[in-house]
């Protein structure tokens, strides 16, 4: 199958997204190469996936895109430390690895501190001791150009899945919990207000 495989409704000829990507690339066009970007967009996504601790077939996608002057692969790896050591704590660890997205070279996927084992490797994380949180990458020139931008300009992208990131910070076991309707599993939580 393919890594972007999703579900087609048959009745009504509809495609149910598998990336909350297109967005990004509509607000370059609008921006069209003029104006630097940072924005983020979520939305529900639907991919074919073997459902298991970590995985759902639909989950909460949070694209982010930043477009200027000087922006970095150090600049990707920076935000995401930041972001990992303030969601998850000080002690977790980001771990980046080299990974291909069609949209972004060069690409990385970044793995957090398995929060049920704190990285000595369990089921949970395969015996590996990090969780993949999101894929990211530097955009790639050719979309940049096709977007209206020139050289002087470059940017990173990401997708990350929140439940994903509810899973680690609250050390649920199971992603699958979010989607029974179980008011005991809700009750865990406190209201913010």
């Not at 600049?75 to 069609?102: I, M, Q, W």
């Not at 680690?168 to 179980?182: A, H």
Request: glycine share 8%; aromatic share 10%; hydrophobic share 35%.
């Amino acid at each position: 199958r393919d890594a972007q495989d999703t579900f087609y409704i048959e009745d009504e000829n509809i495609l149910l997204r598998s990336q909350t990507s297109p967005v990004q690339a509509r607000t370059m066009l609008k921006a069209g190469g003029n104006t630097p970007i940072r924005m983020i967009c979520p939305g529900k996504t639907y991919r074919r996936e073997d459902i298991n601790a970590t995985h759902e077939q639909e989950f909460t996608q949070i694209e982010g895109l930043v477009i200027d002057k000087n922006i970095s692969l150090s600049d990707l790896k920076g935000t995401f430390d930041a972001f990992v050591k303030h969601t998850f704590g000080e002690k977790t660890e980001a771990r980046f690895r080299p990974s291909y997205y069609p949209f972004t070279e060069p690409s990385v996927e970044v793995d957090v501190t398995c929060a049920k084992c704190d990285g000595a490797g369990c089921p949970m994380c395969k015996g590996t001791g990090y969780i993949e949180v999101l894929g990211a990458g530097m955009v790639n020139r050719n979309v940049l150009r096709m977007c209206g931008y020139d050289d002087n300009l470059q940017g990173f992208a990401f997708g990350i899945g929140i439940e994903r990131v509810a899973i680690l910070k609250n050390r649920i076991e199971d992603i699958r919990n979010f989607y029974t309707n179980d008011v005991r599993f809700l009750a865990q939580f406190k209201k913010i207000k």
